[in-house]
């Protein structure tokens, strides 16, 4: 039996088209990570911002409270965390590959972000493995010192967070368990009217950005880039459509 080999010439071919191809996809990364930079620290404001001012606690506060229709005042944030799939990491940039692996059978990295109720991120990071605990990574995020801050949050405010967190004076989360009394009941329902902010804004960043649709296939700091451009490009957004505080609605 015979076998046929492919001439010298067409090896040649089929490697430059390989070597070309290559090049090309290289080149596109660059330039891919080059606008996201730009985007991350020139183009785009500095708009992922932590209330910091007593004005903004109160306008925060009275957005929360919705005219008085949720009677748990006092709540200026909504904290969650959320599992963005990634690709398999590279064993340089993730040594312990298992820390990307979530319980649902994909790999993620754990994203924290804390939103306010004109639908605008506030805090977001994306340092944490997919198997992180959301109450693990809100501690290491930095969001935690943030609030125990001396210039974080007042006394007379709070964040809001699921009952993966733990509740304290800064953070308040739903009462376990169910069949609960009345007064229970009645402050879980005010509670979720609260938190379902940031829900809806990881929702809405996630579903306007398509390149959030699939698993990032993107090393581990150009993955944390992509979401932090996709925020700010949400914050930026928002605030194109929303009225300007002098304005009528």
Not at 13 to 27: D, I
Request: aromatic fraction near 12%.
């Amino acid at each position: 039996m015979s076998l046929s080999f492919l001439s010298p010439p067409v090896v040649l071919f089929w490697m430059m088209v390989f070597a070309t191809c290559f090049l090309f996809f290289v080149a596109l990364f660059q330039l891919w990570s080059r606008m996201l930079t730009a985007l991350d620290s020139e183009l785009i404001p500095q708009n992922i911002k932590f209330p910091s001012s007593p004005s903004e606690f109160d306008t925060q506060s009275d957005l929360f409270s919705r005219g008085g229709r949720n009677q748990l005042c006092g709540c200026v944030l909504a904290v969650d965390g959320t599992a963005l799939r990634s690709c398999r990491p590279q064993v340089p940039q993730a040594p312990n590959l298992s820390s990307y692996w979530t319980r649902e059978g994909f790999f993620a990295v754990n994203v924290q972000a804390a939103v306010g109720e004109d639908y605008k991120v506030q805090f977001l990071c994306t340092v944490n493995a997919g198997s992180c605990h959301d109450r693990t990574a809100f501690m290491s995020s930095g969001l935690a010192a943030l609030l125990a801050a001396a210039g974080g949050l007042l006394p007379e405010y709070w964040a809001a967070g699921d009952d993966a967190y733990i509740a304290g004076l800064l953070l308040l989360t739903p009462s376990p368990g169910h069949n609960l009394p009345r007064e229970k009941d009645s402050l879980n329902d005010y509670h979720s009217s609260s938190r379902t902010f940031v829900k809806q804004v990881i929702g809405q960043i996630v579903g306007r950005w398509r390149v959030l649709w699939w698993p990032i296939r993107f090393p581990g700091s150009c993955a944390a880039l992509n979401v932090r451009v996709c925020s700010r490009l949400h914050n930026f957004l928002v605030n194109r459509s929303s009225p300007r505080p002098d304005e009528s609605p």
